[in-house]
């Protein structure tokens, strides 16, 4: 009985292997042969102006060919994206030639009629994937520009549906290499109109070319866009301000640093009656204040940690990137972005310990809870706000349970246990106390400053250097990532993101410099906030250019826009926070190490 069974479960499973060999798309290796099936994936539907309010193409009242694969089994990324991929049944066939062939009918009523009208009012556009090709296409449109009059009421303007879709496919031996589509066969659809019958029709036209498989994307990058001369010099100014910073934490900050040194051995050799009668000042006179535990030292070790963390993650993701060219496959950055985070948590959970025992932190459950969520919980309020909205628009962009499901099972299985995993390591190796000056028991008061040396002033002023680094970049991103073009130069983004370190780097030791020389001890968070007020400027920036370069609408596109950009703005918030955070300790315990103190 027991062997019948297991011959039983062995046929079952050569069925479904079988079976799938059938099932699977050609399009996964990207080879055909003659008469092969060519899947065409129906994306998602939306106005053109507002990119990322999309909705199930198939909300739209259009109709399906015959088929039997219905639906394309999702990534992660592309769930987190609002993907939502379903076979549209037109039945293409690899190297087959068809002209004006029927594959579906609609009947549409009234309500339909108006729902057409409105998306093709609103320039509604379309994304489909053929072979991993995206191609996007029109709805319908309205009439020639001219024609039209100015006192024409809304509800009896003339809307036009396409019901043609022309396909040109390139090919190179088995595989595919782009894909045009052109629309035709327009229908009026006349308001009030009870009922109104489309028939969908398709051509395909098939033409050989030389273009490499390998090379088939280049011709989706726009090189005069990403590679414009403009681009070019924002390179070599961030370059030229590099040099400049360098330049001045070298020659004039080292030097001013000697000089001190100097005067302070000078003022050694002097009596105690002479060294009261002198005039003594500068960052010296606050060594027994300046390595103070800094204030809310549990939420700075979680900035630390947080930053550590996306300072790497930005790193492997962009050198990832350039070497395989992963902008080529639907939503996979995303996906590698959140594996690779997952597992850098380490990092985090490292970083954030070390500085805790460092400053005499005591509370390791709270600093491991708040570092293991500080960047999920902020990523998931701003998230979740967006989610809500997608669901009640009914918008593809809403994540569904299955995918916010995985979400939670990385951060529970992955993320959490190795955030603590760091924290042990850290606690235990290399974070004793090694501070080169005695910390007194009462803080020295501080003593009045000009209005530009105080803490707030020269954290304002401390972010425009960093943001004026990357801001040309920031265009050429946003532009991007909001009008859909492919982002391809990330050789020129590692360049402008190692700029950006250098700078903020600089930006807070001099900083620091500043502040202590005014005899403040109060550096830790002020070195932190100088960069990371960076990321003020970038949302700043974002707003300025919602409003100036964009044609953006709506109460979901607006929140979506601006939830995201600050998501940016807060991941650049910790990046730069840590990166200056980091340099103004490496300096402070430097020139502290080299002064004699009493």
Known sequence: MKSRQNKSLAILLALLSLLSLFTTADEHDHVYKKGDEVVIWMNTVGPLNNRQETYPYYQLPFCQGPHSVQHHHETLGEALQGMDLVNSGIPIRFLTTEANKLYCEKTLDEKDIDVLRYAVDNQYWYTMFIDDLPVSGIVGRG???????????????????????????????????????????????????????????????????????????????????????????SIFSSFMMVLFLTGLVSVILLRTVKRDFTRYDREEGLTDFDRDLGDEYGWKQVHGDVFRQPPRLMLMSALMGTGSQLVILSGVVILYTILGDLYAERATILTTTIFLYALTSFVAGYTSARYYTRYGGKEWVKTVVMTASLWPGSVSVIGGFINLLAIYYSSSRAISFYALLSVVALWVFLCFPLTLLGTVVGRNWGSQPDFPCRVNPIPRPIPEKVWYAEPMMIVALGGILPFGSIFIEIYFIFTSFWTYKIYYVYGFMLLVFVILLIVSACVSIVSTYFLLNSEDHRWHWVSFMTCASAAGYIYLYSVYYFMVKTKMTGMFQTSFYFGYTAILSLGMFCMLGFIGHTAASQFVRKIYQNVKID
């Open 143 to 233: 009439v020639d520009e001219g024609k039209e009059g100015t006192d024409v009421d809304p509800h009896f303007k003339p809307l036009f549906v396409y019901t043609h879709k022309s396909f040109v496919i390139n090919y190179n031996g088995p595989q595919i290499i782009s894909v045009t589509l052109q629309h035709g066969n327009p229908v009026e659809l006349i308001y009030n109109q009870k009922s109104l019958s489309l028939p969908f029709t398709y051509s395909v036209d098939w033409n050989p070319t030389d273009i490499e498989f390998e090379n088939r994307f280049d011709s989706l990058l726009e090189a005069d866009f990403f590679e414009h001369k403009v681009h070019w010099l």
